[in-house]
């Protein structure tokens, strides 16, 4: 079956969308210093602002779903735009860590909420038989803003300054980001499956019949275990390579380096796991994001350092690319932008905590170790999670 042209116009415009509000989130890691030195604030202070911009936004995900399986995704998203620019705004004006974590940390988080579960579940519907392929493009969106955007905003933080640097910023939000949010538009079978009277003939599950399958529930604690170790590393790994004494540049150039590996692994992951399947290839790259992690625990110096950067972010990539593409094979397009801001509620707490938690781990021993041995640990559990719902009976994907 052929794809309708209109389905790649969505594709990318998600790719852009995706770009903007995770290079707005994972920018965090450039304006680290600036905020630990503005308002005399600890690793476990500065870390609060990323967990809570993250655990807010994968809790009100599930909202974002199903305000988008209801209104459409162009409204949404959109108005999602506007909110992480006045967060942006307001945050440059911030006189305390307390503005910052309510305008970065709510509400950017607030605003990503209302484009990131949008966008990735408009994409699912337009297609049939290249859905690991179209989801992997949408989603590399996420690996490009993380190359490019914390390294632009590096640059503007030593050109302008932090609080200029966060105005441009803002700016650009509304530029780009709107301009891509607009090209969103709904799938014909997502469309019909939004009028009560059509809901009955389009297949798939209601939100409420998902949650009383177990298959869900067994995708949910692979989210749950693996995110501690696929959020920790954003926020913490340019502080590590500064304690090795890596000039800041390249330190903040190491998120970039897992932003490139994101490209590779949502190009390449998304397309391999259409052949091979997509479950065993969510669950090998789990495997996969646990041994990066032993890199990152033994790394003595910068190019250790590249190297896990560039290996996490093929694996966390391919993960990420991986799950939409699953809720839709799951449990099909009826209300798939709902089921998957509720899967991604499961990320919410690793978001949230595990940042904090290794700030405060390192402010007491002056080592990441801990934390690391850790999220290797849970990086496995969430693999054995993959492999318990593969096993069921009609998780055949």
């Known amino acids: 079956m052929k794809e309708a042209p209109y389905a790649w116009v969505v594709v990318w415009a998600t ?21 630990a030195a503005e308002f005399d604030a600890q690793r476990a202070d500065v870390s609060l602002v990323f967990g809570l911009s993250g655990g807010v936004y994968f809790v009100f995900g599930a ?56 966008s990735i579940g408009c994409v699912q519907p337009w297609f049939k038989q290249r859905r690991g392929l179209a ?67 389009i297949p798939g599950a209601t939100l409420r ?12 604690a692979s989210v749950v275990l ?7 590393p954003f926020a913490h790994v340019s502080a590590a390579a500064r304690d090795l004494g890596i000039d800041a540049p390249r330190a903040v150039g190491l998120v970039g380096l897992i932003g490139i590996g994101s490209l590779v692994g949502r190009f390449v992951i ?26 990152w625990l033994g790394a ?23 799950l939409p593409a699953l809720c839709m094979d799951l449990f099909g397009a009826r209300a798939v932008a709902g089921i998957i801001g509720t899967l991604y509620t499961g990320a919410a707490l690793g978001n949230l905590a595990g940042p904090v938690l290794a700030g405060a781990v390192f402010d007491r021993s002056g080592s990441y170790a801990p934390v690391i041995v850790g999220c290797i640990a849970l990086s496995a559990l969430a693999a054995l999670a993959c492999a318990r719902l593969k096993a069921l009976r009609g998780a055949a994907y």
């Open 270 to 295: 998304g397309a391999l796991a259409d052949r091979i399947g997509r479950l065993l290839t969510l669950l090998l790259m789990q495997l996969s994001s646990g041994l990066a992690l032993v890199v």
């Open 209 to 220: 019949e998902a949650l009383h399958d177990h298959r869900f529930w067994w995708l949910y």
């Open 63 to 118: 909202g974002g779903g199903m305000l988008a399986d209801r209104f459409g995704p162009r409204l949404v998203t959109s108005a999602g735009m506007v909110l992480i620019a006045a967060g942006l705004l307001l945050g440059s004006a911030a006189q305390g860590m307390s503005t910052v974590y309510a305008a970065y940390g709510v509400g950017v988080g607030l605003g990503i909420a209302l484009v990131y579960t949008p």
């Open 135 to 201: 989801a992997g493009l949408a989603s590399a969106g996420i690996g490009a803003g993380t190359v490019v955007v914390p390294l632009a905003a590096a640059a503007a933080i030593d050109a302008l300054q932090w609080r200029d640097a966060m105005r441009a910023l803002a700016a650009a939000v509304l530029v780009v980001g709107l301009a891509a949010t607009l090209l969103l538009k709904r799938a014909p079978v997502a469309g019909a499956a939004a009028g009560a009277a059509q809901a009955v003939r």
């Open 226 to 232: 693996a995110a501690p170790g696929m959020f920790i």
């Open 300 to 322: 003595g110096g910068y190019a250790a350092l590249a190297v896990f950067a560039l290996w996490f972010g093929l694996s966390y990539g391919g993960i990420v690319s991986l």
């Open 15 to 35: 790719f852009v969308a995706l770009a903007v509000i995770f290079g707005v989130s994972y920018s965090f890691a450039a304006f680290f210093a600036a905020f």
